[in-house]
């Protein structure tokens, strides 16, 4: 299967601990995003790369999170020192980067963090 | 903020079309309608989208109104793996810079 994988599924870390997501696109994808879902709510915008530049980071992007995409195809999201209110689920999704609306991002099942 | 309202849940029985309504009364000429669902534990899954005509695809159809101000996503024969959340969406029609903004969705409650 080609599609957007993000590894681990789940985490449950401590506290005060710093977490790393993975997340690799479909291959050849040039944009990619990540965003944050909480509890009923729908996701929300995090930050978003064009190849291995970032692009435009939210207000929700603390300066305890960094995101990075070195080479253009996989990314990584940090959180440093977790809070109990970053415990949500954290999703990837990759896009063509073609033109108008045809640019349809493609979603990973995400990695749902639990800080305890 | 999300620049669509939906109702918060609906049900559907299986076998049935269901019929999700979205409203979108600030839509602008270059905004694209776009849904997308979520299954439980996935991520978002895109539906189909759509500008001013209606638009059919192997999964749904989608109808907008002719003033653009509302749409409606048309599964014509639910089956229970059709059970999920349903975001209606709208966005300027780029080349990916504008990340998707989510409301709360339908939640479709498909029933045998």
């Known amino acids: 299967d080609t599609g957007v994988s993000q590894d681990p599924r789940h985490k449950i870390t401590k506290r005060g601990q710093n977490v790393t997501f993975r997340c690799d696109p479909i291959s050849e994808h040039n944009r990619l995003y990540w965003y944050r879902q909480t509890l009923g709510q729908g996701p929300e915008f995090l930050t978003y790369?064009?190849?291995?530049?970032?692009?435009?980071k939210s207000r929700l992007l603390s300066d305890r999170f960094s995101a990075e995409r070195p080479k253009g195809s996989f990314s990584t999201l940090e959180i440093q020192r977790t809070e109990q209110g970053d415990s949500a689920m954290y999703l990837c999704?990759?896009?063509?980067?073609?033109?108008?609306?045809?640019?349809?991002?493609?979603f990973g099942a995400g990695t749902r963090l639990s800080v305890l | 903020d999300a620049k669509t309202t939906q109702p918060t849940s609906m049900d559907c029985a299986e076998g049935r079309a269901a019929n999700l309504p979205c409203n979108h009364s600030t839509i602008s000429g270059n905004e694209y309608v776009y849904w997308y669902r979520q299954i439980h534990s996935q991520g978002p899954q895109y539906i189909i989208h759509?500008?001013?005509n209606n638009e059919t695809n192997e999964m749904a159809s989608l109808i907008i109104t002719e003033d653009r101000k509302s749409s409606t996503l048309i599964l014509p024969h639910a089956t229970l793996r059709d059970t999920a959340v349903y975001y209606c969406?709208?966005?300027?029609?780029?080349?990916?810079?504008?990340?998707?903004?989510f409301g709360k969705g339908t939640r479709l409650s498909v029933i045998a």
């Open positions: 999704a990759s896009s063509p980067g073609l033109a108008l609306a045809k640019n349809i991002q493609y």
């Open positions: 969406i709208v966005r300027v029609a780029d080349s990916g810079n504008t990340p998707l903004v």
């Open positions: 790369f064009q190849n291995e530049a970032q692009l435009e």
């Open positions: 759509g500008l001013k």
